[in-house]
């Protein structure tokens, strides 16, 4: 999202093997099965019984930020601390809440694989190394941009996560009112 407003170029990383490019997926997919696991499948499942959806999508978003501290290493940073937080906390309420809708872990699973898999191998900017593509300079964004973008990533997938869910929510209530409908045949 920054390279188009701040002119930044992508090319393809000739040193990008495809040994490392699968050894990345398989080290992306053992980790968001096991976030997801423990974030979405054991303690969401577990507390939606004793607190309800929400209190317990709740709370787990707060663990799956709270997490991320040690896993993005700003522990004991407390504006990274913050951000971090802000970011993981609310991609993790709509994950749970992908969960929690759907009883199901294959949607998180995905849409986490998916984010992950696009930021650390596709286009990496970050200390997990190069990826696919890498940069050719290191335009960044100031001030207000800066602001504007930081908040659309941090948004743009959980509401298109909601307007999904609740696509899918009233075309299942279509469906179940379909077949609740009397018969009109004689």
Sequence with gaps: MTTAFVNNSWVLNEKMTATA???RTK???VSVL???LIFRGALLYITIKKIGIIPACILSSICFGIYHWFTFNVFGNPFMMVITFIMTAIVGFSWALSFAKTNSLYLPIGLHFGWNLFYMVVFSNNAAGQA???RTNENQLQGLSSLLVFIFQIIALPLLNF???NR??????LAI????QPSTEG
Excluded: T
Excluded at 177 to 180: A, C, G, Q
């Design 34 to 36: 096991s976030e997801e």
């Design 177 to 180: 009112d379909k077949e609740e």
């Design 163 to 165: 307007w999904y869910l």
């Design 168 to 173: 899918c929510a009233k075309k299942r209530k």
């Design 21 to 23: 490019i699968l050894e």
């Design 27 to 29: 080290w992306i997919l």
């Design 132 to 134: 696919i593509f890498i």
